[in-house]
């Protein structure tokens, strides 16, 4: 099956400026955080970015690496509107598409499926088309039974992506990956919707211990879909990834809190274990 097990550094690596980049995860909940923070660190910019929005999109848009932002919301969960995301609509650096969840999500399936769009209910009557002039509607070429009506839905385009990020609490060397979480998100269809997929997570197992503790169901992400596999544990942080770790609160409030040019400097000017350590000497300095 091969070995497809790399760096951070290395995936990002194999990202290029201008790159539609599709990130798993929602708002504040499982983020690839390592390998954003990765991204961080290259020269890469001029992004399309593709998320159900968190401290992924915040991040990238205060570094001014976000082109065109296409998403249904952008939030910390406890924290309803991410500030980086805000400060940057505020401003007028960022282009953005936003969209109904559910067109989001039919988005991700046309382009996992190989369609040019796919047909949707969500946004028909609501100010999405008027914000979205380029959207279009499609109709039925196939009567109600019931009223003989031919209904107009939204024609969805397909949200393909050149890469795609996302992080899980288990994978095995050829990419298989696992959640063991509540939720699955959309991970899978980032990763299906993608010329490119690299899975981050908790920990790298053997592909038999996948389904020693959780059942066939909960393997999320097939590894024909993946081009690598870099073990970050804590990699989601301060996002949450249940049951690994839960969401590092305090520090996302520090995040939400602090102006942005400081937070780099301090927690991402290194690399990954330098972010770790930065982390608990803060948390150090809070007990």
Same mark, same amino acid.
């Given at each position: 099956?091969?070995?497809?097990?790399?760096?951070?550094?290395?995936? =990002?690596? %194999?990202?290029?400026?201008?790159?539609?980049?599709?990130?798993? *995860?929602?708002?504040?909940?499982?983020?690839?955080?390592?390998?954003?923070?990765?991204?961080?660190?290259?020269?890469?910019?001029?992004?399309?970015? #593709?998320?159900?929005? *968190?401290?992924?999109?915040?991040?990238?848009?205060?570094?001014?690496?976000?082109?065109?932002?296409?998403?249904?919301?952008?939030?910390?969960?406890?924290?309803?509107?991410?500030?980086?995301?805000?400060?940057?609509?505020?401003? *007028?650096?960022?282009?953005?598409?936003?969209?109904?969840?559910?067109?989001?999500?039919?988005?991700?399936?046309?382009?996992?499926?190989?369609?040019?769009?796919?047909?949707? %209910?969500?946004?028909?009557?609501?100010?999405?088309?008027? #914000?979205?002039?380029?959207?279009?509607?499609?109709?039925?070429?196939?009567?109600?039974?019931?009223?003989? =009506?031919?209904?107009?839905? #939204?024609?969805?385009?397909?949200?393909?992506?050149?890469?795609?990020?996302?992080?899980?609490?288990?994978?095995? %060397?050829?990419?298989? *990956?696992?959640?063991?979480?509540?939720?699955?998100?959309?991970?899978?269809?980032?990763?299906?919707?993608? %010329?490119?997929?690299?899975?981050?997570?908790?920990?790298? #197992?053997?592909?038999?211990?996948?389904?020693?503790?959780?059942?066939?169901?909960?393997?999320?992400?097939?590894?024909?879909?993946?081009?690598?596999? =870099?073990?970050?544990?804590?990699?989601?942080?301060?996002?949450?990834?249940?049951?690994?770790?839960?969401?590092?609160?305090?520090?996302?409030?520090?995040?939400?809190?602090?102006?942005?040019?400081?937070?780099?400097?301090?927690?991402?000017?290194?690399?990954?274990?330098?972010?770790?350590?930065?982390?608990?000497?803060?948390?150090?300095?809070?007990?």
């Amino acid at each position: 099956m091969g070995d497809k097990t790399m760096t951070a550094d290395e995936a =990002v690596s %194999r990202l290029e400026s201008g790159t539609t980049l599709g990130i798993g *995860g929602w708002g504040s909940r499982r983020k690839p955080m390592a390998l954003v923070r990765a991204l961080l660190r290259s020269t890469i910019t001029d992004l399309t970015v #593709v998320s159900y929005g *968190g401290p992924d999109v915040g991040m990238l848009a205060a570094a001014g690496r976000i082109r065109k932002l296409v998403a249904p919301f952008a939030t910390l969960d406890s924290i309803p509107l991410e500030p980086h995301f805000r400060a940057a609509r505020e401003s *007028g650096s960022l282009e953005l598409m936003e969209i109904d969840e559910a067109m989001f999500m039919w988005g991700l399936r046309a382009a996992a499926n190989r369609l040019p769009f796919l047909p949707v %209910r969500a946004g028909i009557g609501s100010d999405v088309m008027r #914000v979205n002039p380029g959207l279009r509607t499609v109709t039925s070429p196939y009567e109600d039974e019931s009223t003989g =009506v031919r209904e107009t839905f #939204v024609a969805m385009p397909a949200l393909r992506l050149d890469a795609a990020l996302v992080h899980v609490n288990r994978a095995d %060397r050829a990419g298989n *990956g696992q959640y063991l979480g509540p939720d699955p998100y959309f991970d899978d269809l980032f990763c299906e919707a993608a %010329r490119t997929a690299y899975v981050s997570c908790e920990r790298i #197992v053997d592909t038999a211990e996948l389904t020693k503790a959780a059942p066939p169901q909960t393997l999320l992400i097939k590894r024909l879909n993946v081009n690598g596999v =870099v073990e970050a544990p804590g990699g989601a942080h301060f996002t949450s990834c249940v049951p690994d770790h839960d969401r590092d609160e305090s520090f996302q409030r520090l995040y939400a809190s602090m102006p942005w040019p400081e937070f780099a400097e301090r927690f991402l000017a290194g690399d990954e274990q330098a972010y770790r350590t930065a982390v608990e000497a803060w948390h150090e300095e809070q007990s």
